[in-house]
Every structure is written in structure tokens, then in C-alpha cells.
């Protein structure tokens, strides 16, 4: 069936969703042909899910698949059978917003068997400017937690430390050695880190570095 599933994982604030969403438009502009879905198993958080992006993702021709409860009035978690089609797809490359802790992430673990037979990456998105995980050890117990109510293990790491609409170059190099310890100590390879346009302007983008967009916007910033 040639599909992919990657599972994007982390704490709140992380970026995770900015990550996912940035990550699956450049996979469907890279080549049209193929399918793209993102799945948002974001059950726990109501703000900052792939859910409130449906416009955005169906622009560029890209499937969303919501918690039954998305942009309603509601917060039951509830998932939406529509989620297991994506084992059923051909040609997808499927990705998946996971919850930001333990507690949403045992939604995760009611497909975590079919992700282990069809085969999966799960990335664990780091901030070091997050308030639970400015220590390395911190972020190690998070990513233990998510691991073990979703049943699933990450296989890479991505550092998106980043401070929002204040995000600089320098913030981003300058989380570069909390990256690397959080890698050593979880035994897990570092794929990147992350900075975003803005940030970046005219600037080269560093070594080990992948340049972002930054679409997830603040409540009343998409008000207006």
C-alpha cells in the first residue's frame, strides 16, 4: 500500500502541531501525486490542534481527520472512527498530531497495534523554554510518560525550542546543547532542530537546522 505514519508527540507548547502541519505540506508540495493526511488525536488540549487548520490543510489538498468533538462546543474525547481508514489508504503519507501528555496520550494507544504492524516514526518534539521540561531529565520523564500510555517509542528527537512570536536565531542555537543532552540520555537520534522563517530572515539556515513556518496562531490572533 506505500504508506508512511508518523507520529508527532510532545509536551504542551512544544510546537508539535506547527511542526505536523509544516511537515505535511512540504511532504504534499514536494509531490503532489501522493496523499497527505493528518490525523489530530489531540483530544486533551482545545486550543493549538491540527482540528482548527482545516481550512489551511484543505487548501492545499490535504485530508484532516478530527476528534469527533472538533470545533464544537464540546470536549469529550472522543475519536473518530474516520481514524482507522488511514490503515486502509493507499499512496498516504499519514501524519499524526498526538496529545501533549500521558493522560491523551492513551488515545494514541488504541492504534498503537495497527501503527506496530504497518510500521511507524515516532517523533518526540522538545521546547526547552517549556515550563515542565527546561531540564533534560524532565523532558526524558514526559517522553517516558507519552511512550507508556500510548504504546508506541519514539524514534527520533526534533528540538523546536522556540518562544512564540518572540523567537530569535540565537534562542534556537542556543538550545542546541539541551537538544544533544536530551538526545544522549534517551538514547534517541537528534533528526534536526527547528527555526522559523521569521526568526531566520535573510540568514542562512544553520547546519543540523530545517526552517519552519510559523501557522499555528495565538486565539485572537486568528480572530482578526
Request: proline content about 4%; charged content about 25%.
Amino acid at each position: 500500500m506505500n504508506n508512511t505514519y508518523t507520529v508527532i508527540c510532545g509536551h504542551y507548547g512544544c510546537g508539535k502541531t506547527n511542526l505536523c502541519l509544516n511537515l505535511a505540506i512540504e511532504k504534499k508540495l514536494s509531490n503532489p501525486e501522493r496523499n497527505v493526511t493528518v490525523v489530530d488525536i489531540d483530544i486533551v488540549n482545545p486550543y493549538f490542534r491540527s482540528s482548527e487548520y482545516s481550512k489551511l490543510l484543505e487548501n492545499y489538498g490535504i485530508e484532516l481527520i478530527t476528534p469527533s468533538f472538533a470545533n464544537t462546543t464540546l470536549d469529550t474525547p472522543t475519536l473518530s472512527p474516520r481514524i482507522y481508514s488511514i490503515f486502509s489508504k493507499e499512496n498516504t503519507d499519514v501524519f499524526i498530531d498526538a496529545s501533549g501528555d500521558d493522560a491523551g496520550a492513551i488515545a494514541l494507544g488504541t492504534i498503537s497495534k495497527s501503527l506496530e504492524e504497518k510500521g511507524y516514526d515516532m517523533i518526540y518534539v522538545i521546547n526547552e523554554n517549556r515550563v515542565l521540561s527546561r531540564e533534560p531529565s524532565d523532558a526524558l520523564i514526559l517522553l517516558r510518560e507519552i511512550e507508556a500510555a500510548s504504546r508506541l517509542k519514539a524514534k527520533a528527537i526534533v528540538n523546536n525550542t522556540h518562544l512564540g512570536v518572540d523567537s530569535t536565531l540565537e534562542n534556537s542555537l542556543g538550545s542546541l546543547s539541551f537538544a544533544k543532552k536530551v538526545s544522549e540520555i534517551a538514547n534517541l537520534p537528534l533528526l534536526y532542530s527547528t527555526v522559523t522563517d521569521f526568526a531566520l530572515g535573510e540568514k542562512e539556515v544553520p547546519e543540523g537546522f530545517r526552517k519552519i513556518k510559523r501557522l499555528v496562531l495565538f486565539p485572537w490572533e486568528a480572530e482578526e
